[in-house]
């Protein structure tokens, strides 16, 4: 079959005999009964409230979870060229999107991320069209600094010390900032943001942003509510993303007395109210909140069910019961053993995020 194809076991086989336009059709009324809501950026731009995120997705899976999600009624792809898997997701995105496939390229809403070992300004520009080459698109809508603290310049994406620790470079993220704001003079990128940044270091970059950052992704999920952290930003005109909103239960740096989000109680007896699962009874309250959650799955069940959080509403005693769970528990610190011992990775350099309460 032609166009976007998505494998027997992700899509109905009784599509496996209908021509492309027909198939095309077929998905695009499917599609039609999944609604995306949206939030408006102050580019203009509407960036829809639930995407799939690709962290952690393997290569050999990604492009079928992309594909299938973009069948279903996704209008919003997560990506980060850290996650070393853009070229597969570009190889879905050459396959679905365009005239006569399952989405314009119009459509949908691409966000990517320039790593830490690409802040110095004379790499920015080409670390975007390395990205922009893998997934095989002319533009990205949304590019996000992925941290605020830089490392050593070059290719490999962590460089080390022999004793384990990072080889750091001290790049001022304001100077990378200003050369992402000639990605968007150049029509390369539609918005730029930034991910993982604190109120202070947000408010630096606003002092000297000819154009405004957009977004702010961070982790964010009821354990991590984030409501300061938010607040700063909406009065900013900033947009949340909330990347591992259900608690990125599958990390490799997990507690073993670590509490786990989707266990919670209030949350599992509210999932019975509604007849939905815990998982979306947090991004639900996420969304009412007008924050975008970005929830990665290779699994088509739970690809589709993510989605399905437009069907009904919490009261206001159920959105503050779920943010009166906040523990302020960062589950996402990235960590390394030195000497032995687990710490985090990057606490030392002086644009490390998490030192200040948010």
Known sequence: ???????????????????????????????????????????????????????????????????????????????????????????????????????????????????????????????????????????????????????????????????????????????????????????????IGLSNFNSRQIDDVLSVATVKPAVLQVECHPYLAQNELIAHCQKRGLVVTAYSPLGSPDRMWKHPDEPVLLEEPGIKKLAEKYSKSPAQIILRWQVQRKVVAIPKSVTPARIQQNLQVFDFSLTEEEMSHIGSLNKNWRYIVPMITVNGKLVARDAGHPHYPFNDPY
């Open 1 to 191: 079959m032609l166009g976007c194809t998505v494998k027997p076991s992700f899509l109905l086989k009784s599509f496996a005999t209908v021509g492309r336009l027909l198939f095309v059709a077929a998905v695009q009324q499917a599609k039609m009964s999944a609604p995306c809501d949206f939030v408006a950026l102050h580019t203009g731009q509407k960036m829809p409230l639930i995407g799939l995120g690709t962290w952690k997705s393997e290569r050999g899976q990604v492009k079928e979870a992309v594909k299938y999600a973009l069948s279903v009624g996704y209008y919003h792809i997560d990506c980060a060229a850290a996650y070393s898997n853009e070229a597969e997701i570009g190889e879905a995105f050459q396959e679905c999107l365009g005239p006569n496939k399952i989405t314009k390229r119009e459509d949908l809403f691409v966000t990517s991320k320039l790593w830490n070992t690409k802040h110095h300004p004379e790499d920015v520009e080409p670390a975007l069209r390395k990205t922009l080459g893998d997934l095989k698109l002319d533009y990205l809508d949304l590019y996000l600094m992925h941290w605020p603290h830089a490392f050593e310049r070059g290719d490999n994406l962590f460089p080390k010390n022999p004793d384990n620790t990072m080889r750091y470079d001290y790049t001022d993220y304001k100077d990378t900032w200003k050369a992402m704001e000639k990605l968007v003079e150049k029509g390369l990128v539609k918005a």
